[in-house]
């Protein structure tokens, strides 16, 4: 049903354009790794990847499941609630990793929340966190990386801001553009796990931004 509604929604508020590499592929039981820049860029990446045929799980903060009519839609359809800075922070990595084991696609978001910037600009995945390298270390699942860019151009900075441009983005259709990059496999400790997930990340993120002309800024 989610991805459903973003295949309708986010063609009203932008124009979407999706690309893959070349030897890109969704194999069953793989992890989609994205940039995480907007509220918007799940709408945008589902909205893409349903274009493709793939209808992952996804592992998203646990504070959607308290509204109550997504939260049930949430829950229907097997996403999985990450309880951050809690207890059941684990069962989100159990949660995946099951659902690999199904050999359903889950799609994480590395860097773990949405950059603290006002601007609507580009720019480079944030540092990740381990919680991919470690489902990784836990399944030996591939990771195909998932960049997204345009997102910040519909919602970005304040509230207010952000409210203000949802409400304008049907009338500017700004360019949306996901690039889906070719499959990796992580290898050695946590660190070097993290790192090359960034890094593949950063490659597909950087090609879709170059494709709708956006200034391409490097993070630290």
Known sequence: MLSRLAGVLVPAVGRLTVTTDSDARFAPGSIIAANHSSL????????????????????????????????????????????????????????????????????????????NRKDAGEAAPEAFRSGLARLVQRTGAPVIPL?????????????????????????????LHVHIGAPVMLAGDLPDRTAHARAAVTDAWREAAERLGEPVVLAA
């Open 40 to 115: 918007a860029d799940p709408a945008v990446v589902l909205a893409a990847l349903r274009r493709l045929g793939v209808e992952p799980v996804v592992l998203a903060t646990a504070g959607l499941w308290r509204v109550p009519p997504l939260g049930r839609a949430l829950a229907r359809e097997g996403h999985i609630p990450v309880h951050r800075h809690d207890a059941r922070a684990g069962d989100a990595l159990d949660g995946a990793a099951e659902a690999l084991a199904r050999g359903r696609l889950v799609l994480i978001y590395g860097e773990g929340g949405i950059p």
């Open 147 to 175: 960049g997204q860019a345009g997102s910040r151009r519909i919602v970005s900075g304040s509230r207010l801001k952000q409210l203000a441009g949802l409400g304008t983005a049907p009338l500017r259709r700004p360019g």
